[in-house]
């Protein structure tokens, strides 16, 4: 491989043409090892005060929102939406907008290091990347049965790699987990899916079209798939029809900011959306003059009812309007899934759609790509089995933090001590980087290149795009690259790429005869616009459209929730603006007001004040909240919006590392979820019940609104 040379003296040695222009906009397969230097040295086609934009992907969730990087030399400056990007179309979400505060983060990992996690005696000490290269080529050499991956949701391009790597090596398929998409139930959704429909992908709700929206548990407006794509299309919903207003009816035990923006709210008994979905498909149909689906005969409404805690008259009354609307559609999501029943209910959910006859019609249902599908939580119990038994002689971990992600009573900590090497790929210092023996830290997003093509906001098929807008800052590297250079240094023929890009161009590929709204007679070309565009998509709307030729007899085993012993509660927890919680180390995010309590900085409890008077409990006093598996402690919040009978905490506080603004702050509830799954294998905690007791401490909670116009204070 030829040294790095600057882009002036490359020019020189470049014929003017074809070349010459494929370099100037970044393709070519000498653009990869031009030198971007930092805005302290200055490139000569830079100039001082002008902007350079960059069409990238954002990667602070899942959902793939097309970005537009606004730089000046040398520096990541704003955050836009794309607005030709078929996911956000020129929207972006608060953590979308708070990216460059991970590019800019002073305590991210700087550079390759050994940590001696397995002797405590044996002190750290910094790596080079050609020692790093070779810990992994040696890795690659264990037996490939005993070799795990442990990965995120995001980037695609790097589980498709790695997907590569472990078939080729014979080792078991890479693993992907993210507590944001466990709270949404989104494997449930999928398999869901896969039983009604026949093949495994995520729903398309058609909500910017629809006339009557029934939402279970799908908090959309705020952390549900693609928020930002559902909060455009509510919009749509609400404004669009100029005959009629749509109409939004939520279901769930909390008030959400989807909830709270909602026509009607329906505080139903967590854990009873299935009871209510099937009582109302039942009258449904009756109503629209078809035979009852068997399925849907499996509650009565009465019994329907009396589980869910609402009045007979106000079911037969919903089933009404959405039986004569003429757009009706039902979607789920969220602590509707997160549940022993949860597969029950997002069938019946799905089925009550193609009751109504709305598969593949506007306001209806359509079925978009998850060929990178998250790992259901029974097959992450599997392998903390696997590691607690010795099975597993090396862990790599990309992109997801396991000791702050998943429940602590699936024992992964303890797991993970068994392992006797761990390498993790993390770009922060958090829980888990800090129990792993090397870091490797890979580029931040707004380094990298990549893609996202799981697209569940997408109207049409599509690719976004990844691209470096800044070079980067400390000496990290695409995990990618290290990869393919420890395959290379085993003296295994794994895999037949030179690097990232050259996987990437291989990769999209087969998009230049796909039908896109752009093409070019080669990659190079199609490369440039690849990165000028932010990605690829069809140039019109169109999904494809579910078929079911018969709905099963059942949709499952239906339990009733259990009520809550005396002086115990339903427990939820819910994700807000934080995700993850791995926006817990942005200030921006810290300090943005809860959108529904308006609280920064912390964690809180809810409780309805008519309970909290009960308890002789008032605003900001601290309690001990206790489940069987575990114990936090919180501030409490008196949340009007809430069943008297639940609690509910938010997630992504409680951290432990991650940062000097993450840690130390607030309580993590994942310490108190069970370690349960689901009939699809996802986490399922709806139904845990929980006591409170008073520490008789109190901390003030931070928030923006005014306690005399909510409570009367002073």
Known sequence: MSEKISRRDFLKLTAMGAATTAVMTGCGPMSRYVVRRPYTQMPEYNQTGESTYYASTCRECPAGCGIIVRTREGRALTIEGNPNHPVNRGRLCARGLTAQQGLYNPDRI??????????????????????????????????????????????????????????????????????????????????????????????????????????????????????????????AMRQGNPRRRGELIVFEPRQSLTAGNADRWVPIVPGSEAHVVLALGQRVAELRGLPVPEAFRAVRPEEAAQVSGLPLEQLETLAQTFATATRPLALVGGSALTQPNGLV???????????????????????????????????????????????VDVLFIHGVNPLFEVPAALGFEAALARVPLVINFAAFPDETALKSDYLFPDHSPLESFGYQRSLAGSDRPAWSALQPVVVPLYDTRATVDVLLAAAQASGQALLPYRDEVDFIQQKILPLINAGGFYTAPEILTFWSRWLQHGGWWTPAAGLPTPTL????????????????????????????????????????????????TTVTWNSWVEIHPRTAEELGLKDDDVVRITTPYGSVEASVYRYPAIRPDTLAIPFGQGHTALGRWAEGRGCNPAQVLPAGHNAAGDLAFIGTTATLTPTGRRRPLARVESKEGVYGEH
């Open 549 to 596: 030729e018969r709905l099963p007899a059942s949709f499952g085993t239906l339990t009733p929730p259990t009520p809550p012993a005396e002086g115990a509660f339903y427990l939820l927890t819910y994700a807000n603006h934080l995700g993850d919680g791995s926006g817990a180390n942005r200030p921006w995010l810290q300090e943005l007001p809860d959108a529904m």
């Open 345 to 391: 209910t997002a069938q019946a959910v799905l089925a009550l759609n193609a009751l109504v006859g709305n598969l593949g019609q506007p306001g209806g249902v359509f079925l978009s790509a998850a060929a990178a599908t998250p790992t259901p939580l029974a097959e992450v119990k599997a392998l903390v089995e696997r590691m607690q038994a010795g099975e």
């Open 110 to 235: 700087r550079a390759p290091r050994f940590q001696g996690r397995s002797n405590p005696a044996t002190p750290g000490r910094d790596l080079t990347w050609d020692e790093a290269v070779q810990v992994v080529a040696t890795a690659l050499q264990k037996p490939p049965q005993r070799i795990a991956f442990l990965l995120g949701l995001a980037p695609d391009h790097l589980y498709d790699l790695v997907s590569e790597l472990t078939q080729a090596l014979g080792a078991p398929p890479p693993l992907r987990y993210n507590a944001l998409a466990a709270l949404e139930g989104r494997t449930t959704l999928i398999e869901a899916v896969r039983r009604l429909f026949g093949s495994p992908a995520l729903p398309y709700f058609d909500l910017a079209q629809a006339e009557v929206t029934l939402a279970f548990g799908a908090d959309f407006l705020q952390s549900w798939l693609s928020p930002v794509t559902y909060t455009r299309a509510y919009g």
